[in-house]
């Protein structure tokens, strides 16, 4: 959704993933769609080297943006611990690159979206999404021009001076106290 929202506005963007055929396949399905351009710079985030090899390929860049989730900033709902605890994890890893990076003049930031349409949510949007709208102060599952307006705005002139921020993008599910519903 991001990437297509900058593809759609002219950019170029540069897309990572673990798997590099992925990678590959989803920035030419991307650059396709023009006028902007998808770069695929396959990377296992899970290895230090790699995370050092694709700092190296995006130092030469203005700003790098991360997604995270809600997930990593409130008590889980469900027993996804490992989940959680990553997203969390690249919270943290978003201060600690934008303080690394900084003195290059090179952003880093971090989305965290709430409950969005993906293929990841689709089987708990189709089987609770009426409940999990309900949970959101805004009443809506988020839209794809939400997070993509989010990240046009990190890495436009407006956001020049955002460094090592985590942006919630989720209806305001961050303000709630926590339900059980599902």
């Known amino acids: 959704m991001i990437a297509t929202g900058f593809i759609a506005n ?3 963007v540069y897309i990572s993933s673990r ?12 650059s396709d769609k023009g006028p902007g351009k998808a770069v695929s710079i396959p990377a296992n985030l899970q290895h230090l ?13 203005e700003g ?7 997930a990593g900033l409130i008590t ?14 690249l919270h943290h890893l978003t201060k600690v690159m934008a303080g690394q990076l900084s003195n290059r003049q090179i ?5 965290a979206p709430g409950p969005y349409q993906s293929k990841m949510s689709a089987k708990i949007l189709k089987d609770h999404g009426e409940i999990i709208s309900s949970e959101v102060p805004l009443g ?3 839209a794809a021009e939400d997070i993509a ?33 599902l």
């Open 140 to 142: 809506r599952i988020g």
């Open 64 to 70: 790098i943006i991360i997604i995270g989730s809600i």
């Open 10 to 12: 002219g950019a170029k």
């Open 107 to 111: 952003t880093f930031n971090n989305i």
């Open 19 to 30: 798997s590099k055929d992925t990678c590959d396949k989803v920035a030419k399905e991307l």
């Open 76 to 89: 889980p709902f469900n027993e996804a611990y490992a989940y959680t605890t990553s997203k969390a994890a």
């Open 149 to 181: 307006g989010t990240a046009i705005y990190l890495s436009s002139k407006a956001g020049a001076f955002t460094n090592g921020a985590t942006i919630t993008v989720d209806g305001g599910m961050i303000t709630k106290p926590y339900s059980s519903k």
């Open 49 to 61: 080297n790699e995370v050092k090899r694709l700092a190296n390929e995006v130092k030469e860049r």
